[in-house]
T-cell receptor
């Protein structure tokens, strides 16, 4: 099946710093999602981004489908950004909603 | 506001008992999914449904069943609970062509 690798596995920042999280996938996909799992366990949908770039406030994401990677940018980080960030792609590359998740990047933002 | 809810949020049961976890969404989404999240394995798909009366097995379906009698609900049943099924269970839903949205999760402990 498709493999999803995220880096770095852990990231520690001071409030106000910027960061880039990476997601590599092993096969062609027709969509990709980024999620934030907050410290209470809730999975929050950040971006649905099959290709190109999207922005939402301090967060933006870019997917380069032809090169099989996606990047999540967090600018001016805040303590509320702490948690685990997951990317997910369709199992088999195109199967809708049947997601294969990466192992996540654990982000800790210190005040 | 439309939403997706899960109940109970926490459950402790004994080995061998039948357990049903409820999932209800008011978005009128056709597609619904059940995932489990475990340390070391990330999120894995258990079952999914693309519409009423449609159910399909996911990656880790053994010991679980679902039924879809209406658009809003996809209950997950553990036929005979085992300690290996101790996990956090997430229900999710989506329309076609956009992202998957997750419920708050149910923490299940099988003693």
């Amino acid at each position: 099946g498709i493999q999803v690798e995220q880096s770095p596995p852990d990231l520690i920042l001071q409030e106000g710093a910027n960061s880039t999280l990476r997601c590599n996938f092993s096969d062609s996909v027709n969509n990709l999602q980024w999620f934030h799992q907050n410290p209470w366990g809730q999975l929050i949908n950040l971006f649905y981004i099959p290709s190109g770039t999207k922005q939402n406030g301090r967060l933006s994401a870019t997917t380069v489908a032809t090169e099989r990677y996606s990047l999540l940018y967090i600018s001016s980080s805040q303590t509320t950004d702490s948690g685990v960030y997951f990317c997910a792609v369709p199992a088999g590359g195109t199967s809708y909603g049947k997601l294969t998740f990466g192992q996540g990047t654990i982000l800790t933002v210190h005040p | 506001d439309a939403e997706i809810t899960q109940s109970p949020r926490h459950k402790i049961t004994e080995t061998g008992r039948q357990v049903t976890l409820a999932c209800h969404q008011t978005w009128n989404h056709n597609n619904m999914f059940w995932y489990r999240q475990d340390l070391g394995h990330g999120l894995r798909l258990i079952h999914y449904s693309y519409g009423v009366q449609d159910t399909n097995k996911g990656e880790v379906s053994d010991g679980y069943s679902v039924s879809r009698s209406n658009t809003e609900d996809l209950p997950l049943t553990l036929e005979s609970a085992a300690s290996s099924q101790t996990s956090v269970y997430f229900c999710a839903s989506s329309p076609w062509g956009t992202g998957v949205f997750f419920g708050p999760g149910t923490r299940l402990t099988v003693l």
